[in-house]
């Protein structure tokens, strides 16, 4: 683990397209062993506008974890026992709006888990926590990013729906009509359980989202394919990239956002039924919850 006088002031998960943080000095290549496994690539950690921070990619190097298989557990877990307390997540979406173009940037404000074969908490095995969740992303940083993205040359929505499917492949019409019905703005593969992750782990989120596509429903576009998406994603990594740095720049290096208490007043269990096992593996998150 870092000194704490050297901990990361955010780390970065970079979805497809966003591979690497250009930019990045005094670079550090971390392998980190967690309770949940290794996560999905080797943790960079560098120097960016004097700061430290931290860069993932959550598909693994090469981009060879699909949706489903990412560890997204070992994913936060790793990034919490750095000292990480922000995180942002990017990630390819379609749009199932009108107004959210392809080659747009979406900061969405709520969240649909549509997921089914994932592990999305890292509470169980005699340890129960119950953890609020209306907001799903950090107000307060999804503001700052969405501030941070308003001084980039790219069109920026700040607000809308995400839906989290599983995978990898991408929707039918009738799924997509059925989403855009449910008042869904985009749709994505990754964001779930990630974002519910973070928060167990008392960490602030939000998510860039790039709008690659129109998904399934819009009849005057083509179907969503691979080669599209990564065509507008190579078109909108560099400007993804000076956002992020002008994120880094702005924010503060102290701040106590309720995302950091989440787990207060979440935990139901009676201390003495935890097991030992459990509450060594779940040491780093729930300690200062629990007597000696």
Not at 51 to 64: C, W, Y
Not at 172 to 191: D, K, P, V, Y
Request: net charge negative.
């Amino acid at each position: 683990m870092l000194h704490m006088s050297e901990k990361p002031i955010i780390a970065v998960i970079g979805g497809t397209g966003l591979y690497q943080f250009t930019g990045l000095e005094e670079i550090q290549v971390l392998e980190i062993d967690t309770p949940f496994g290794r996560p999905s690539a080797p943790l960079i950690i560098g120097t960016l506008a004097n700061n430290k921070v931290v860069f993932l990619a959550r598909h693994g190097i090469g981009h060879h974890i699909i949706p489903s298989e990412v560890n997204y557990r070992a994913n936060i877990y790793a990034l919490k026992s750095l000292g990480v307390e922000r995180i942002v997540g990017v990630s390819a979406c379609g749009s199932l709006r009108d107004d959210y173009a392809p080659g747009h940037v979406i900061i969405p404000d709520q969240l649909i888990d549509f997921t089914r074969q994932r592990a999305r908490t890292f509470f169980g095995e005699s340890l129960v926590a119950h953890v609020s969740m209306p907001d799903p992303f950090c107000p307060s940083l999804s503001s700052l990013a969405y501030q941070a993205l308003t001084q980039c040359n790219i069109v920026t929505h700040q607000g809308g729906i995400a839906i989290t499917i599983e995978g990898p492949r991408f929707s039918t019409r009738a799924e997509s009509h059925l989403f855009r019905a449910w008042g869904a703005s985009i749709i994505n593969m990754t964001t779930c359980p990630e974002a519910f992750l973070a928060r167990e782990a008392e960490m602030c989120y939000t998510s860039i989202a790039h709008v690659t596509d129109y998904d399934a429903w819009h009849t005057t576009e083509e179907p969503v394919t691979i080669e599209m998406v990564i065509q507008t994603l190579n078109r909108n990594t560099t400007i993804i990239q000076e956002a992020l740095r002008k994120l880094i720049e702005t924010l503060p290096t102290k701040d106590d956002c309720a995302c950091r208490h989440s787990l207060e007043k979440a935990i139901i269990t009676d201390p003495e039924k935890i097991s030992p096992e459990t509450r060594k593996k779940l040491n780093l998150l729930v300690n200062k919850y629990l007597p000696v």
